[in-house]
Structure formats: structure tokens, C-alpha cells
């Protein structure tokens, strides 16, 4: 069963999620769509298990070797590593993934401006990106509280947003 949506078309597609259900769902897309064609991901959050990967392709094809072939990960553990990422990334007719884009700019070593000003060239990168080839990214729905608004601006430079909402469990009336 297929729970993230696979793009299809040129653009920038966006995914918000609590960061459980990326780290469990992102595996199964990565599989799907490196089955038919190479695939680019630059994951920010360290969110990718390669053994978690390997095992899902193999439920899939026999061909393990040949599928994770077509699958260049890269990780970047800060701001300026995803801006350089984005930036060496060339464009081309085949999807690239970029997972948990703001857990990078997360980093209160580096000041909120500077952190805001890098967002704001790694989106101008993503765009060039997403002029040739479908470019899909992934972040958790829990942003911290100096940089709620990145969401907004996530949201607003997305060709298509899907977002997951946490399910509100009812409250048990109380008796007494």
C-alpha cells in the first residue's frame, strides 16, 4: 500500500508529517521509485536506514543491488551542508528527494538570520532543481517556535502541498 504520493510531474511537491510516519513510510517510496528510475536524495533529518531500505527492495525484486545502483544519498548535518547540496545537485530528468529540509536549519549555533538567509537560497536551488524533474520534499510537522513560519514559506513556494495531521484521540467523558 502506497501511503506517500509519488511525483510524477516536474515541480516541487511537499510532504508534512510527524517525523515517526516519514522515518516509516520514506522507505517504501524511496523502493518505488528507484525500482524505475535513478534517484537523488539529500536527507537532512538522517532519516534514511539503508538496512530498513535494502530490506523493502528486496521484498520487492530480487535485483537489491541493481535498484540501490540507482539510489545517490547524500546527508547533510547542517544548514550550509543542504544550501552546498542543493547547489552541486544537477539538474536533470530524474526525481530527487530532499527529507526533513528544515531539521538542518534547525541549529541555534547558527543565528535565526543567517539560518533564514540560507532557507532562502537553498529554496532558490530547489527551484532550478525542479525545472526538470520532480523534486519531492519531506519535513516533520513540529517546527520550532522561532521558525513557524518556515512552514509557510515551505508551503507557499510548493507546487503541491499533501500534509498529515495527527489524529485527536477522543477524551474518555470523565464520572465523577
Known amino acids: ?8 510531474t516536474k515541480g516541487t511537491h511537499l510532504f508534512i508529517a510527524p517525523r515517526a510516519f516519514l522515518k516509516q513510510t520514506i522507505p517504501g517510496l524511496i523502493t518505488h ?9 539529500l536527507d537532512g533529518g538522517n532519516s534514511i536506514n539503508v538496512h530498513q531500505l535494502s530490506r523493502q ?7 537489491v543491488f541493481q535498484v540501490l545502483d540507482r539510489v545517490h544519498l547524500a546527508r547533510a548535518f547542517t ?15 530524474f526525481p530527487i528527494m530532499v527529507l526533513e ?15 533564514t ?15 526538470s524533474a520532480p523534486v519531492l520534499i519531506t519535513t516533520s510537522d513540529t517546527p520550532l ?4 513560519n518556515w512552514l509557510t514559506v515551505l508551503e507557499k513556494n510548493a507546487d503541491q502541498v499533501w500534509r498529515l495531521e495527527k489524529q485527536q484521540t477522543p477524551s474518555t467523558p470523565r464520572m465523577f
Open 57 to 63: 527492495i528486496r521484498r520487492r525484486t530480487g535485483q
Open 1 to 8: 500500500m502506497e501511503i506517500l504520493p509519488a511525483p510524477q
Open 117 to 131: 538567509r540560507l532557507l532562502k537560497h537553498s529554496l532558490f536551488e530547489i527551484e532550478r532543481l525542479c525545472q
Open 79 to 93: 544548514c550550509y551542508q543542504m544550501l552546498a547540496m542543493l547547489r552541486e545537485a544537477p539538474s536533470g530528468p
Open 145 to 148: 517556535l522561532e521558525s513557524e
Open 33 to 41: 521509485l528507484a525500482i524505475t528510475t535513478p534517484l537523488k536524495i
Open 101 to 115: 529540509l528544515l531539521a538542518t536549519f534547525y541549529d541555534e549555533n547558527v543565528s535565526l538570520m543567517e539560518r
